[in-house]
């Protein structure tokens, strides 16, 4: 069993940065990917970024490309999102998401486990 608890949300103005962070327990987790997706209301779950379980290979949606950084302590068991040059369109509830082949997958269900989410608000 993992569990995933997010936090490093808030309000921010666009243009703006913030830096969310992943805890992550349980066993072997660092032999996990691990991923960050977003959902804003009425709108379907959507990836952001992912990180293999070596930090090697990492993988951005295009909307995200430039502007975000996915990162990983291993050591600590977090993973990490930098996000700058936020927009209103990047407000949703940010979600880490664990899969246990260790791969920086794109896909919502090859995720095994999830986190409750933390909330990102780009407001002037």
């Known amino acids: 069993q993992v569990q995933l608890v997010e936090s490093g949300g808030g309000l921010v103005q666009p243009g703006g940065s913030l830096r969310l962070s992943c805890a992550a327990s349980?066993?072997?987790?660092?032999?996990?990917?691990l991923g960050w997706f977003r959902q804003a209301p009425g709108k379907e779950r959507e990836f952001i970024a992912a990180?293999?379980?070596?930090?090697?290979?990492?993988n951005y949606a295009d909307s995200v490309k430039g502007r975000f950084t996915i990162s990983r302590d291993n050591a600590k068991n977090t993973v990490f999102l930098q996000m700058n040059s936020l927009k209103p369109e990047d407000t949703a509830v940010y979600l880490c998401?664990?899969?246990?082949?260790?791969?920086?997958?794109?896909?919502?269900?090859?995720?095994?486990?999830w986190g409750q989410g933390t909330q990102v608000t780009v407001s002037s």
């Open positions: 998401a664990a899969d246990k082949f260790g791969l920086a997958t794109s896909t919502k269900h090859d995720y095994d486990y």
């Open positions: 349980g066993r072997t987790v660092s032999r996990y990917g």
């Open positions: 990180i293999s379980w070596s930090g090697v290979s990492t």
